[in-house]
């Protein structure tokens, strides 16, 4: 297959790209050549391409600025999901777009598969839901795929380090850590979850929602406890519960369980914690937050 990937330089992107060596031709444009709020370079770009399938992993996504800027989140996040959804059917290849487990509101203590209803908590879950529903609109064959506290290379390198990378960095500089314990979430690898969609696409998946999270959950404090433990650091962590003053108001349950993949001839997402495990030992040396981890 021919693959269009944008946010094709990112964390999930970036992993697109590696999974895909050797299967299957990617082209990434960068965001200053092609930006996904703008429907005319889209279907002049994927006209030209003339892709199999496009994957949508462009994204405005850190939440505070979602909360400060929801005419952006919208902007890049639902319009930009409408417009490259349309851009594809109109050249016949299929569409992915990618979202998030913030589009529920975090009630259900047993967590949310795909079918459940959204009910975001914040603007940028409004904006991924919003997308999630303009896509499958303009695009009935779409699939979309949901992930949760995503942690992959690229992120490393390019984005200022993820969570995992910047736990470990403050470990290794010898500050005390504290980390809420009381959101709990499926953290996703990104080279996992990059596999996942590519196997929905070879495998002509039927269209819908897909939830691509690595196999079990944690609080963010177990999260942080086994990335410090397993980079071999002693560093001592200590959970906290939520501020009542937080400027965000995020889910406190929002694992996502996968019920479809099954049915479509995929295996059952490894853990999180063998996904972690094998983030740190293939994991490059980086600058993260002033620290080389």
């Known amino acids: 297959m021919r693959l269009v990937v944008l946010g094709g330089w990112g964390q999930l992107g970036t992993d697109v790209a590696a999974v895909a060596a050797g299967r299957h031709e990617v082209v990434r444009p960068r965001h200053e050549d092609l930006d996904v709020t703008d429907g005319q370079a889209l279907a002049s770009v994927l006209g030209t391409v003339r892709p199999d399938a496009v994957i949508n992993a462009a994204a405005f996504h850190k939440v505070e600025l979602c909360e400060a800027d929801p005419a952006q989140a919208f902007a890049v996040n639902a319009l930009g999901g409408l417009l490259v959804a349309r851009a594809a059917r ?103 979850m990059a596999d996942r969609v590519l196997q929905l696409l070879e495998r002509e998946a039927p269209s819908g929602i897909y939830h691509a999270a690595n196999s079990g959950s944690c609080s963010w404090f177990e999260f942080a406890r086994s990335a410090i433990q397993f980079a071999g650091l002693d560093t001592v962590i200590s959970p906290r519960a939520t501020g009542v003053d937080e400027p965000v108001r995020r889910p406190r349950y929002s694992i996502l369980l996968d019920t479809k993949a099954s049915a479509v001839g995929l295996p059952p997402s490894r853990s999180w914690q063998d996904a972690l495990a094998w983030y740190l030992a293939n994991r490059p040396e980086v600058v993260v937050a002033g620290h080389t981890a």
């Open 90 to 192: 109109a050249v016949g290849a299929r569409n992915v777009y990618i979202s998030t487990d913030y589009v529920f509101d975090g009630e259900q203590r047993q967590g949310y598969t795909e079918d459940d209803r959204v009910g975001p908590l914040n603007a940028y879950g409004v904006s991924k839901a919003a997308g999630e529903l303009a896509v499958r609109q303009a695009d009935p064959d779409a699939i979309v795929v949901r992930g949760s506290g995503l942690f992959g290379h690229a992120g490393s390198a390019g984005k200022g380090g993820n969570f995992v990378d910047n736990m470990i960095a403050r470990a290794r500089s010898g500050q005390p850590l504290s980390v809420v314990d009381d959101q709990v979430f499926a953290p996703t690898a990104t080279r996992d």
